[in-house]
């Protein structure tokens, strides 16, 4: 059998690897095949782009971002071909996927490659959404990383996000093991972290999906004030020279709250600005690599300079103000690189005077960090609902319709791209232990983004999401590419493929424990005014539930000697799940009556034993990003 790659790009020829080592999983009697670049061959598999084999794409505005993708292939070979050369490898992971492959967590443990004769398969469509994609968050290994970029392209996904220069913050979360009891720490150097990254980046390379690079930092690096701390407080402090910078607050400037990644500049400060601008510009000189470098300001809200002139304008006409002015510089310089800003906290409210003077360099990021997630995208805008712009004292949206009508005033200001900066897997997903109703709500945010002129989503997320179960992310990644598919018929597939002849009973057992623990009661929506999670009547649904926990450990052990690898661990998940979910249980019964002392008893019962477990659990769980959530359930 040959393999012929028609087009001669880096994605292609990993294309062209990857075809190769599942036919080869896939074959019952083993055999040769060969790759070769032939632009010419007339027979065997051929990979390459669209144009290449005289087709055209009407159906791609953009062919370096919009994902087409054409398979005529079959036993005996065939065209797999796709817009770009990354859409070429999209194409032969969807040729392995109707042929019964599937990929359904992260590592070699969540394949189901069947060993099988290959089916004919006629299959032509573009992704739905342009921009799908993964930003790293949370307490991360570099083998999550690499596992995780390995990851994204087989569930239908085309963008990777890394945040940060040296994203030192989140590989301490893990290394640091801060949050296991039980392990001592293993300290990173910031250039460990940075060579990792390099790592990553080549990684993203191989497999053509677009890198977006940076977000965070800006304000607080150009003026030489470290943030690879990230959100904790610098207890060395700022010189004077950066002082006179930085954002003037209650009559004084310095770092807000002492946390230089929380800091904003002084942005009238045309001086100011020149630093950020040099800053940036010198950055993406230095890296051609990146696709997308995202310009953000620092984080934290109502943190802005309230100097005299400052206070002439909202804060979103001077982020323009400063956008432009990189625009300007990357233009003298003669850089491409495209920028991506941001519809976040503070900036939420768009523009009133100021307009970017040229919109085709930049694509805009929502990012509705405090929408509340009981309503999805699928509903109106809500004007009413807006707050007025009073500096350092607004009042940040939570409803979505509120939220969708700051982005619906942004977009009288822009017309260019426009994708959500999501948090599902970041803080979403911990509130919901069955992740049942929380991938009902993902479906639905998914299928309402284009009600708004939304084009994808990034993720914000761990990288460790196959605990309990990886339905959720294979369902994101499904339906960002296709939202027309079924939400039943999804769930069924993954859990048919997870869980074998006992599928059913796992998918009941996820969704009986999304029922006990009520995914709006979690999330804050049915306590008090005082107390997000004072419900006393919830306690009920927390009684005599001991007998769901141990019913599925009994039903897991029964399924963990399966023949195929990737349902054996789905099961082991399930056990290490109804162990701990019995613990959260009685957290939970004791938190909603108000009983905190006693919850924190069972909680810290709770992180005993998943550092007892986390080595078993690493690529699936993440343990310190989980116990970052349930601090906030504790307060």
């Known amino acids: 059998m040959n393999i012929y790659k028609i087009t001669d790009a880096e994605p292609v020829d990993f294309a062209a690897g990857e075809l190769k080592k599942y036919l080869r999983m896939m074959m019952?009697?083993?055999?040769?095949?060969?790759?070769?670049?032939?632009?010419?061959?007339?027979?065997?598999?051929?990979?390459?782009?669209?144009?290449?084999?005289?087709?055209?794409?009407?159906?791609?505005?953009?062919?370096?971002?919009?994902?087409?993708?054409?398979?005529?292939?079959?036993?005996?070979?065939?065209?797999?071909?796709?817009?770009?050369?990354?859409?070429?490898?999209?194409?032969?992971?969807?040729?392995?996927?109707?042929?019964?492959?599937?990929?359904?967590?992260p590592g070699i443990d969540g394949e189901v490659i069947p060993i099988k004769p290959l089916d004919q398969v006629s299959y032509h469509q573009m992704a739905a959404m342009r921009y799908r994609g993964q930003c790293n968050e949370g307490a991360e290994a570099q083998i999550n990383m690499m596992e995780t970029i390995d990851f994204a392209p087989k569930i239908g996904l085309n963008t990777y996000m890394i945040e940060f220069d040296v994203p030192m913050y989140y590989y301490n979360l893990w290394y640091s093991h801060k949050?296991?009891?039980?392990?001592?720490?293993?300290?990173?150097?910031?250039?460990?972290?940075?060579?990792?990254?390099?790592?990553?980046?080549?990684?993203?390379?191989?497999?053509?999906?677009?890198?977006?690079?940076?977000?965070?930092?800006?304000?607080?690096?150009?003026?030489?004030?470290?943030?690879?701390?990230?959100?904790?407080?610098?207890?060395?402090?700022?010189?004077?020279?950066?002082?006179?910078?930085?954002?003037?607050?209650?009559?004084?400037?310095?770092?807000?709250?002492?946390?230089?990644?929380?800091?904003?500049?002084?942005?009238?400060?045309?001086?100011?600005?020149?630093?950020?601008?040099?800053?940036?510009?010198?950055?993406?000189?230095?890296?051609?690599?990146?696709?997308?470098?995202?310009?953000?300001?620092?984080?934290?809200?109502?943190?802005?300079?309230?100097?005299?002139?400052?206070?002439?304008?909202?804060?979103?006409?001077?982020?323009v103000i400063l956008l432009n002015e990189i625009d300007r510089e990357l233009t003298r310089r003669g850089l491409d690189t495209h920028l991506v800003f941001l519809a976040y906290l503070d900036l939420s409210w768009p523009p009133e005077t100021e307009r970017l003077q040229n919109p085709k360099r930049f694509t805009l990021l929502f990012a509705p960090i405090t929408r509340t997630y009981i309503q999805s995208y699928d509903v109106d805008a809500d004007p009413a609902a807006m707050q007025p712009n009073v500096r350092n004292h607004l009042s940040l949206p939570k409803g979505m319709g509120e939220s969708l009508a700051y982005l619906e005033e942004w977009k009288k200001t822009f017309s260019g791209d426009c994708f959500a900066y999501e948090y599902h897997f970041y803080a979403t997903m911990f509130r919901d232990p069955g992740q049942m109703a929380f991938a009902r709500g993902l479906a639905a945010d998914i299928k309402g983004l284009r009600r708004h002129g939304i084009q994808g989503i990034v993720e914000d997320q761990t990288q460790r999401f196959g605990f309990p179960t990886g339905f959720p992310v294979c369902l994101y990644g499904s339906l960002l590419f296709d939202p027309s598919q079924d939400y039943e018929d999804l769930r069924r597939d993954y859990f048919t493929h997870a869980y074998g002849k006992d599928w059913e009973k796992a998918a009941?057992?996820?969704?009986?424990?999304?029922?006990?623990?009520?995914?709006?009661?979690?999330?804050?929506?049915?306590?008090?005014?005082?107390?997000?999670?004072?419900?006393?009547?919830?306690?009920?649904?927390?009684?005599?539930?001991?007998?769901?926990?141990?019913?599925?450990?009994?039903?897991?052990?029964?399924?963990?000697?399966?023949?195929?690898?990737?349902?054996?661990?789905?099961?082991?998940?399930?056990?290490?799940?109804?162990?701990?979910?019995?613990?959260?249980?009685?957290?939970?019964?004791?938190?909603?009556?108000?009983?905190?002392?006693?919850?924190?008893?069972?909680?810290?019962?709770?992180?005993?034993?998943?550092?007892?477990?986390?080595?078993?659990?690493?690529?699936?769980?993440?343990?310190?990003?989980?116990?970052?959530?349930?601090?906030e359930y504790m307060m």
């Open 28 to 105: 019952p009697e083993g055999g040769d095949i060969r790759i070769s670049r032939d632009a010419q061959a007339a027979d065997g598999f051929r990979l390459g782009i669209l144009s290449d084999f005289g087709m055209d794409t009407p159906e791609a505005e953009d062919l370096r971002l919009d994902d087409v993708l054409h398979i005529e292939a079959g036993p005996q070979g065939g065209i797999i071909a796709g817009s770009n050369p990354r859409s070429v490898l999209l194409a032969v992971y969807k040729f392995l996927e109707k042929n019964g492959c599937r990929w359904l967590f």
């Open 508 to 631: 009941e057992y996820l969704e009986k424990v999304s029922e006990i623990f009520d995914f709006a009661y979690l999330l804050g929506e049915k306590g008090t005014e005082n107390d997000a999670y004072y419900c006393p009547e919830h306690r009920k649904d927390f009684e005599g539930t001991d007998a769901v926990f141990a019913a599925m450990e009994v039903l897991a052990r029964q399924n963990v000697a399966a023949d195929r690898r990737a349902v054996s661990v789905s099961w082991q998940m399930l056990i290490y799940h109804a162990k701990y979910c019995r613990i959260l249980a009685r957290c939970c019964a004791e938190r909603c009556q108000g009983n905190r002392e006693l919850a924190q008893k069972y909680l810290d019962a709770l992180r005993l034993e998943m550092s007892k477990d986390e080595d078993a659990l690493q690529r699936y769980w993440d343990l310190g990003l989980f116990f970052v959530r349930m601090r």
């Open 179 to 319: 949050y296991n009891i039980l392990k001592d720490p293993e300290p990173v150097t910031p250039d460990t972290v940075l060579q990792w990254k390099r790592v990553c980046e080549t990684e993203i390379a191989k497999r053509g999906l677009l890198f977006h690079d940076m977000g965070h930092g800006w304000t607080g690096e150009s003026f030489g004030i470290s943030t690879k701390g990230g959100w904790a407080p610098e207890k060395t402090g700022c010189t004077e020279e950066q002082r006179q910078y930085l954002a003037m607050i209650n009559g004084k400037r310095g770092l807000f709250e002492g946390v230089p990644l929380n800091t904003n500049f002084c942005m009238s400060n045309p001086a100011a600005r020149a630093k950020v601008v040099d800053y940036v510009a010198n950055y993406a000189q230095n890296h051609r690599n990146v696709d997308f470098l995202h310009i953000w300001l620092a984080d934290a809200a109502n943190n802005h300079c309230e100097c005299e002139e400052c206070v002439r304008k909202i804060t979103s006409d001077w982020y």
